[in-house]
Nanobody, 124 residues
Framework: QVQLVESGGGLVQAGDSLRLSCAASGRTFSRYAMGWFRQAPGKEREFVAAVSWGGITAYSSDSVKDRFTISRDNGKNTLYLQMNSLKPEDTAVYYC?????????????????WGQGTQVTVSS
């Protein structure tokens, strides 16, 4: 069983930065495909960024790619999302997801495991 725990969210002003972390259980973390998704109230869960076990990354948009960086530390079983130049439209609950498979996945239905989420609120 894979367990994921997100942390690092908070209340910040536009232009500030946050670093989200996702701690994963299991000794095979290095072989998991990982992703970040976010969901605002009344909205569908949307893809933000993903990274394969081989380090191949994907981002949802240029706006995200220019400001966010997804990375993983397999030695620490941890996934990160560095978020810079935050905007009010980034406000959402951010979820970490894992899939026990190779590849880079961008659809929430492709993932097997989810964390509880961490709230990111960006004020204008």
């Amino acid at each position: 069983q894979v367990q994921l725990v997100e942390s690092g969210g908070g209340l910040v002003q536009a232009g500030d930065s946050l670093r989200l972390s996702c701690a994963a259980s299991g000794r095979t973390f290095s072989r998991y495909a990982m992703g970040w998704f976010r969901q605002a109230p009344g909205k569908e869960r949307e893809f933000v960024a993903a990274v394969s076990w081989g380090g191949i990354t994907a981002y949802s948009s240029d706006s995200v790619k220019d400001r966010f960086t997804i990375s993983r530390d397999n030695g620490k079983n941890t996934l990160y999302l560095q978020m810079n130049s935050l905007k009010p439209e980034d406000t959402a609950v951010y979820y970490c997801a894992a899939k026990t498979s190779s590849g880079t996945y961008v659809q929430p239905t492709q993932y097997d495991y989810w964390g509880q989420g961490t709230q990111v609120t960006v004020s204008s």
